[in-house]
């Protein structure tokens, strides 16, 4: 269910007749409906308190309720405005990457591939799981986002630990550091999972 949920709202509406408005918000009744009426018996039981369900415990905070509307907060494909918060913005946010690319997002900057944002993560950890999914041991680059902000680019808070971004210029990147602790426990972790 989740994995449709987020097709719906990241990526495709159109795919099943539903509207969504300029900020990514579908009303919560609609999307019952196109679930419920999709030809597959195995949704007779959804009910909009399901997707409400879904919204207030994702640990990662990708979807948003307002009312009766449901939005994803981050990874979007789909062209939208963002609303989200802009205040608040922590002083340094972080972003995995291959260990094979961090020299050219150091020089060129970070610009999103395949989303609407780039996606960065308010702590190392975080930083470390996200790019765990694609790499074996993802390099990690620190974001100055004081410096960021204070040169006029706009940083959303989307999810509980996603920031976004619509372009990060390298002269804001540094690396962190392989044996920095934060980062040591992510791969201790790793290990442990093998």
């Known amino acids: 269910m989740a994995r449709r949920l987020a097709l719906v709202l990241r990526h495709a509406p159109e795919k099943f007749d539903l509207e969504m408005d300029i900020n990514g918000w579908i009303d919560v009744k609609d999307i019952v409906r196109q679930f419920k009426g999709s030809n597959e018996r195995r949704y007779h039981w959804f009910r909009p308190h399901h ?24 990874a979007h494909t789909v062209e939208i405005e963002l609303d989200l918060p802009t205040d608040n913005i922590p002083d340094a946010l972080y972003y995995p990457c ?15 591939s395949g989303r609407a944002h780039v ?10 799981e996200a790019g765990h999914v694609h790499h074996a041991i993802p390099t990690l680059l620190e974001v100055d986002t ?26 804001y990147l540094s ?19 093998e």
């Open 51 to 74: 997707i409400r369900a879904i919204s207030e415990t994702d640990p990662k905070g990708r979807y948003e309720v307002r009312g009766n509307v449901i939005r994803a907060t981050y």
């Open 98 to 112: 291959s260990p094979d690319e961090y020299e050219n997002l150091i020089e060129v900057g970070i610009s999103p």
């Open 119 to 128: 996606h960065l993560s308010a702590n190392i950890r975080s930083a470390a």
């Open 146 to 171: 004081a410096r960021l902000v204070a040169a006029g680019e706009t940083v959303w808070h989307a999810g509980i630990t996603v920031y976004l971004a619509e372009f990060v210029p390298g002269k």
């Open 175 to 193: 690396i962190v550091p392989n044996d920095h602790p934060e980062y040591e426990l992510a791969r201790v972790h790793w290990a442990e999972e």
